[in-house]
């Protein structure tokens, strides 16, 4: 054998899907945490994100955070505003239910803000990720 | 109809007391398993960058934590 021969690599555990498919998992990992890598059979992946990212927003409401509404007079509600969307569902049904009306007299109610925030940008981070993997670029 | 379920499911949620130290352990915790899951790839590096993120949130936290202290007004 070659020194230069390769070792073939070893297949993928599913077969990648299509741009389109792997958008759509994106949206659905965006709308409820953790279910694109459900759909891709990522259990324990799907699980832990799941757990993360609902413990982290349910967390946030316990706080007495606050959930940013859309507000274009103030150049930090408008970022707030886009960390609290990227929960996707969870965010609309608080919002809906009155959740996240803050607490500015408490400490706890400024981290819950945060919480909130950093909750949607994890989301979205894993969004991202579920594409890579439904698209074959990472196992 | 939507709104109503929505706050029953809220109801029960109570209002949760944590020190900042707590708030701090339990926020590097869930970051550092979102981190560990997006940006490394096999199991066993997995757990080696989560933990090393959850480490350096704390530690980072720790020693913010004394410039703060020592840069108040005394």
């Known amino acids: ?139 | 109809m939507v709104a109503g379920l929505s706050l029953a499911l809220l109801a029960p949620l109570a209002v949760v007391v944590m020190s900042q130290f707590t708030a701090v352990i339990v926020f590097a915790l869930f970051a550092s398993v979102v981190f560990a899951i997006t940006l490394r790839e096999e199991p066993r590096a997995q757990i080696r960058y989560g933990a090393f993120c959850f480490a350096c949130f704390l530690i980072g936290t720790v020693i913010a934590g004394w410039i703060l202290y020592f840069l108040q007004p005394h």
């Open chain 1, 1 to 139: 054998m070659s020194s230069t021969e390769t070792t073939p690599a070893s297949p993928p555990a599913f077969e990648p899907v299509s741009v389109a498919a792997a958008n759509a998992l994106s949206v659905a990992s965006w709308l409820v945490p953790g279910l694109g890598y459900l759909l891709l059979r990522k259990w324990i992946r799907g699980a832990l994100i799941a757990v993360s990212i609902f413990a982290m927003f349910l967390l946030g409401l316990g706080m007495q955070g606050q959930l940013f509404a859309v507000n274009g007079k103030n150049l930090l509600d408008i970022l707030g505003w886009i960390g609290d969307l990227c929960n996707g569902l969870p965010y609309m049904i608080a919002r809906m239910a009155g959740g996240g009306a803050g607490n500015l007299y408490t400490v706890t109610g400024d981290y819950g803000s945060m919480f909130l925030v950093a909750s949607g940008l994890l989301n979205l981070l894993a969004a991202a990720d579920v594409r890579d993997v439904a698209l074959g670029r990472k196992p």
